[in-house]
């Protein structure tokens, strides 16, 4: 892998502001200590102010005080304050003195489901930057896209985010390898530069296209089936289980070569064990975060002890389909007919041992499922809100089929407005709800001195919510991917740089053959005044099910 920056062959922005501060900026800030105190007055008596809020106020006011659909936070207001002074660390707004008290608010709020809502009102009350320690974990905040830039400036040759605890606990306390998700430093270098190759260079994607283009076919006529059952010529359903599956299935097809069969009538309860424990290793995870998962498997926390059991159920699924293409190959000595799948080519290549290519193969089954299908989700939810955006996308569509003649791969060249649309979703609903770095070096964002090795995150869901970064940001515009307007460090859905998604030219092919053939087959629509909202747990998830209806656009077969 080219590990420069700015990721040649992804949809990144390619340069960085020329004028970022540095080391020099920082050396001023000894000098300025007494225009410092004075200012920081100012941002003390704002800082200790306690966040009382209550959740319910920051959905329902709007930048100009307008109410709005209590399913759009967005962010108020910014403190800037123009001055050319560098100010010190502990001068950055926010509740970071007290980690116990925070914590103990924070789970008063329902803090481990309202994160980004939190993260939010934090924006509105303290400014485009600000300090927290919840429990134990400390970090800065930050909002603005041209400081997202000097993030990623900062974050060195060996990009790190958060650690989460609770996942190399559980590798820790079962012996287990850590993939690429986990390591660090030279280890995580050394094989990013490897799966690369074969995950995410755009060369792979003509092997990915036949593949999961088969798997939306099946789906489209799994749902045509539902459709004939019901005998009412439509299919209302919570289409959250069925997504699971069709993205288990995807990603399996990639990795394997093989298809797991998800989509038939009968299907193996061990395959719907792995789905049901991705969703128990997520939602356990998130309230470690905070709380250090040794303490509480040293006190057999019933969180832990799930915990233990969602990623047990995760390795042995994995370990079964790893073992199996590692039967087959070994067995088959002649060239593969055709591709062989990720896992396979990885074993052929054999620059990685067998414990790497299992520890990263396993956390590439694991990302891909909840992450894909709930965007998935998002859109079809927000296709069915908006009919008339929905019919353009459809229109889209239809020409790209005609003008590519049968040529997937070049049909996917053609939907602008469909890819306009993923974005739009990872805008409102990012899986993700901020990008985080320790940083590599010193650096000066809002005028404030940032030292090396402080965790900073950068606010996705509060980004894609702040009317200065976007133009109406409460309303679902794929349109606005298209124009002119600046991009610049908008569109981080995936993160940034050497460290971002490995699976998003699986997931971005994936959710574009997925939406190609759910319009060319289907009418979606939803149920009406029903407003659906998001719960944290560690990603981002719809707060109830979203019923959906499917219709036939030609009579069902
Ligand atoms: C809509 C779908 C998805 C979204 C929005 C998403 C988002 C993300 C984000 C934000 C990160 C962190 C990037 C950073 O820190 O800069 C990440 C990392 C990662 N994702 Fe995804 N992801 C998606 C789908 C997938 C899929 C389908 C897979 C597997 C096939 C996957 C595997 C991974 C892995 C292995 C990493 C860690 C990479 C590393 O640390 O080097 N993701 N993803």
Redesign the pocket.
Known sequence: MSTARGADYLDQPPTFSPDVPGRARVAAESRARVTIFVAGMARWSMWRSPVTLPLSWIEERTTSGVRCSSSMPVVKQAFSESSSIVRPFTEIPGLWKNGVVNLYNFWKLDGFRNLHRIMLQNFNTFGPIYREKIGYYESVNIINPEDAAILFKAEGHY?K?LKVEAWTAYRDYRNRKY???LKNGED?RSN?VILNKEVISPKVQENFVPLLDEVGQDFVARVHKKIKRSGQNKWTTDLSQELFKYALES?SSVLYGERLGLLLDYIDPEAQHFIDCITLMFKTTSPMLYIPPGLLRQIGAKVWRDHVAAWDGIFSQADRCIHNIYRQLRQDTGAPKKYPGVLASLLMLDKLSIEDIKA?VT??MA??VD??SI?LLWTLYELARHPNLQEELRAEVAAARAESQGDTLEMLKRIPLVKGALKET?RLH???VS??RYLAEDIVIQNYHIPAGTLVQLGLYAMGRDPKVFFRPEQYQPSRWLRTETHYFRSL?????P??????R??ET??QLFLIHMLENFRVEKQRHVEVQSTFELILLPDKPIILTLKPLKTSR
């Open positions: 990009p985010r993939g690429v998700l995580w990013r990603v990263s956390e590439l990302g891909g992450t894909t965007t990872l990012p899986v993700a990008l985080q859905g995936f993160g940034f740089g460290r971002q998604c490995l699976g998003r699986i997931a994936e959710m």
